[in-house]
């Protein structure tokens, strides 16, 4: 069984930065992709970009240097680097792990955005 445990969700002014964190453990192999995601209220969750077991990063257009993913693929965590924050940023993100055809995720953190 795989745990996924989202942190770092605050209220944070427009134009300010914040990380959050996903750690992921359980059963691990070789080769996983981690990926955020955010939701709004009433819509479907959105990617945000991802980190695979190589290392390698993709973000969406939307956040394209404004977000920057990191992490340490050995553990595995991810980290979302969220700078110049803008009020469409506040959302629940969510952290998913894809390993052996399945998928698992967080329960969420909360980002509100304050003008």
């Known amino acids: 069984q795989v745990q996924v445990v989202e942190s770092g969700g605050d209220t944070v002014q427009a134009g300010g930065s914040l990380r959050l964190s996903c750690d992921a453990s359980?059963?691990?192999?070789?080769?996983?992709?981690m990926s955020w995601h955010r939701q709004y209220p009433g819509k479907e969750r959105d990617l945000v970009g991802f980190l695979n077991r190589d290392g390698n990063t993709q973000n969406v257009a939307s956040v394209k240097g404004r977000f920057t993913i990191s992490g340490d693929t050995v553990k595995p965590t991810m980290y979302l680097l969220m700078s110049n924050i803008q009020p469409e940023d506040a959302a629940v993100y969510y952290c998913?792990?894809?390993?052996?055809?399945?998928?698992?995720w967080g329960q969420g953190t909360l980002v509100t955005v304050s003008s």
């Open positions: 359980g059963t691990l192999f070789r080769s996983y992709v």
């Open positions: 998913n792990i894809y390993v052996l055809g399945r998928e698992y």
